[in-house]
């Protein structure tokens, strides 16, 4: 049964750091490119990073206010995606999800993802 499982959001103080993880089963992750995105209450879901098949050698996209404090990378092996998120402001908030895509060139957009993770809420608050 294919799956993705987003974990490790929480409450954390502005400037602080969380590493979110995404746990993939039920297909194989090296075929597949896998985003982030997130969801603040009132706005549309947008992208913030991604990460390219195994075969394109693992690049990585990037939001445009992400780039520079979030990192994402993947372990095919243990099948996890991890987004490292420093530098976390109140702007932030939101609740985090991870999908999968074959579309590398639209990576960051989500209509081009056909499977999702529950979401993991983050929220920055001091």
């Known amino acids: 049964q294919l799956q993705l499982v987003a974990s490790g959001g929480g409450l954390v103080q502005p400037g602080g750091s969380l590493r979110l993880s995404c746990v993939a089963s039920?297909?194989?992750?090296?075929?597949?490119?896998i985003g982030w995105f997130r969801q603040a209450p009132g706005k549309e879901r947008e992208g913030i990073a991604s990460i390219s098949r195994t075969s394109r050698g693992g690049m990585t996209k990037y939001g445009g206010s992400m780039k520079g404090r979030f990192t994402i990378s993947r372990d095919n092996v243990k099948m996890i995606v991890y987004l490292q998120m420093n530098h976390l402001q109140p702007d932030d908030t939101a609740v985090y999800y991870c999908a999968r895509t074959t579309n590398w060139w639209n990576a960051l957009d989500r209509q081009w993802y056909d499977a999702w993770g529950q979401g993991t809420q983050v929220t920055v608050s001091s």
């Open positions: 039920g297909f194989s992750l090296n075929d597949y490119a």
